[in-house]
């Protein structure tokens, strides 16, 4: 039954822009810090507490709404709904709200939502991102803490980390929304602003969070810096408004209430480091400009690592030795005058050095139709319309002999953390935070609460296969993956990088086992390629990918057979990312086992492992003492490539925030 909240306007979308955020402050400092950190435990620790009492009050008041008639649902819908929009944060509205969610759930899916899916919820209408282990349903979760804000008018964003994700989670959630009164929109490439703006206008939208943020700096970019009330009045009352003045017509947004963040470690962390910037039309660079690139790749090719330059790959850095800037200054006096500069032709050839030796293809982009993709690091997804800064873009594609495209200037930006700070009301769910815990407090005031699993995970996890040589380890897994499959049990197969994924379906494949790869270059075949992952004898080469957002189901076959094995080709940087891909064996109690396969030639070791452990490692005898020297090795190298994300993501923050309030007080 429409009303007011259901019909938002441009009116609203309007006065959305007088509650801009205020003045923001500066970064904490010193003893401050230490202060907040104080402050902030005892609020986590109370956030954390789970209700049980609660929680069965909520599924005795669900069960009683079974008999219910539809129309008598809908009453009673009504009728919770209007008390969780007068007491939105009293426990007994809560409860009821819930209860009817619970069932709505049960009628539009024939599932029952499990105990602890309830305690995620709960935790997500606190406030508070619930760390909910893979395959128990995250996104069935999703629906009663969004719906009881939907009730609230004001609008739910719940953001995942792809287009395919929002589709496929409005299309599993809408029709529990609809017994619940609550529409639902979902957002995608391509769309108009038409369409976009009806999205945005639903209850509930459905969308990537990169889609939502890039939305949000088109409508600055059209409407005035600072809205007042008086020109919003003007803009609105007087008939013989120009067009052009009518701004409000062409925002699409109608504020930032609420967000519930899925995968909330990838988008509010990972996606930290990375601002949102929409440049300025992309082009082909000038004749000249795209020669100096052109050039400095082919130079590139004639300096030698160790003689010529030196490579930081933990700064991910290229440097001359004095070898090398002689070299260079020798040929300079045969290039063009541009090249006379010492400083200008040493960032130049650096540039294309880094570009060929520290940016590879199939690890950090691709080629599509004669454009370089940038590759996420976290995910192995691509990443469309994103662009390395300071002429890293223009000498990748110098290198790979495209068209070098023009150095855009930026003309909006916002970070991900800011963003998401300007909603009102945050929650979140992901199966891997604790690691990121508190990072999620000290941005987002966020805390993490920690939901058992609804079985008993019975995944057997042996300790880790350990190799001098990546080729040997790669050999090793390609006679476990012909062993296992061999039981008919389902193997996936966790790489890191597109080139690895694709090495090891190579020598599957020289074995007589056809592989399906999932990694970014096939994102299109996702949905087809997760559904057929859990069927006996099934192989699957993924990416990271696989642990976001998918779920391997198996099939009676393959459950009988052991069930699913994971076996990754490497440790990654952060631990949560390896919890994440171990997590899609042994879900919802089913059996499996997840092993890693690694070696002293792996990236983690190369750039984070201490060399006294490795020397050690190959000192000590096979057995006992080498799988304590393994194990410590790998824990501390882990340990160091985490801190120094975690270093990387807090300077960028407070550089973030330096930036914008300097803007924020020049735009006053």
Excluded at 368 to 376: K, M, Q, T
């Amino acid at each position: 039954m429409p009303d007011a909240a259901h019909r938002p306007s441009v009116d609203r979308r309007l006065w959305s822009f007088l509650a801009a955020p205020g003045e923001r402050r500066e970064p904490l400092r010193g003893a401050d810090v230490f202060g907040a950190r104080a402050s902030g435990f005892a609020a986590r620790a109370r956030a954390r507490r789970l209700d049980p009492a609660r929680v069965e009050r909520i599924l005795s008041l669900g069960a009683a709404l079974r008999d219910h008639s539809a129309a008598a649902f809908a009453s009673h819908v009504e009728g919770v709904r209007e008390l969780a929009v007068l007491r939105h944060d009293d426990v007994d509205a809560v409860d009821r709200a819930f209860a009817a969610g619970f069932e709505a759930v049960r009628r539009a899916t024939a599932l029952s939502l499990h105990p602890v899916q309830v305690h995620a919820a709960l935790a997500m209408s606190r406030g508070c991102c619930a760390e909910l282990a893979t395959g128990e349903g995250k996104t069935i979760t999703a629906i009663l803490p969004a719906a009881l804000d939907a009730w609230q008018g004001r609008g739910v964003h719940v953001l995942t980390v792809n287009d395919y994700l929002a589709q496929r989670d409005a299309e599993t959630t809408k029709e529990a929304y609809r017994l619940l009164g609550v529409r639902v929109g979902v957002l995608s490439d391509g769309m108009p602003p038409p369409e976009r703006r009806a999205a945005y206008n639903a209850d509930v939208t459905y969308a990537a969070d990169k889609q939502v943020i890039f939305d949000y700096l088109r409508d600055r970019l059209v409407s005035p810096l600072a809205p007042r009330l008086a020109g919003l009045l003007l803009s609105e009352l007087a008939p013989e408004a120009k067009e052009k003045d009518r701004w409000g017509e062409r925002v699409v947004q109608r504020g930032l209430y609420s967000a519930i963040v899925d995968e909330a470690d990838s988008i509010l962390v990972d996606e930290a480091v990375t601002p949102a910037i929409i440049s300025s039309a992309k082009g082909q660079a000038e004749a000249g400009g795209a020669e100096h690139f052109r050039l400095a790749a082919m130079l590139a090719d004639r300096f030698e690592e160790g003689r010529d330059y030196t490579i930081d790959h933990v700064q991910r850095r290229v440097r001359l030795t004095p070898v090398g800037r002689a070299a260079l200054a020798t040929m300079a006096a045969h290039l063009p005058a541009f090249w006379a500069g010492p400083r200008r032709s040493e960032e130049l050839l650096t540039t294309a050095i880094g570009a060929r030796v520290l940016y590879m293809r199939g690890r950090d982009y691709l080629v599509r139709d004669g454009e370089v993709l940038i590759v996420d690091r976290s995910t192995g997804r691509a990443l469309p319309g994103r662009q390395w800064q300071l002429g890293i873009h223009q000498a990748v594609e110098a290198k790979e002999g495209l068209p070098v495209s023009a150095d855009s200037g930026p003309v909006a930006r916002i970070s991900y953390r800011g963003f998401i700070q300007r909603y009102r009301r945050v929650s979140g769910m992901t199966g891997t935070a604790a690691e990121v815990a508190h990072e999620l407090w000290e941005a987002y005031q966020l805390p993490v609460v920690r939901v058992p699993t609804h079985k008993p995970v019975v995944r057997e996890e042996p300790p880790d296969q350990v190799f001098h040589t990546r080729q040997e380890k790669l050999e090793a897994l390609a006679v476990r993956v012909e062993q296992e499959h061999a039981r008919e049990r389902p193997v996936l197969v966790g790489a890191w990088d597109i080139a690895t994924s694709e090495q090891i379906a190579a020598m599957l494949a020289a074995r007589g086992i056809q592989a399906s790869v999932l990694n970014a270059s096939r994102e299109a075949d996702e949905a087809a390629i997760v559904a057929r992952a859990g069927e006996a004898g099934a192989v699957t080469v993924a990416t990271n990918m696989a642990g976001r957002g998918t779920d391997i189901r198996l099939s009676p076959e393959a459950r009988e057979a052991g069930g699913l094995v994971v076996l990754a080709t490497e440790r990654h940087d952060e631990r949560r990312v390896d919890r994440q891909l171990f997590g899609r064996a042994g879900r919802q109690g089913d059996p499996g086992m997840a092993q890693a396969y690694v070696s002293l030639e792996d990236r983690l070791i190369q750039r984070h492992g201490p060399r006294v452990l490795v020397w050690l490692y190959r000192l000590v005898p096979p057995g006992a003492p080498s799988r304590l020297c393994a194990s410590l090795l790998w824990r501390v190298a882990q340990h160091l490539a985490s801190a120094r994300w975690r270093t990387i993501r807090a300077e960028v923050a407070k550089a973030d925030d330096w930036f914008e309030m300097a803007m924020h007080n020049v735009a006053r």
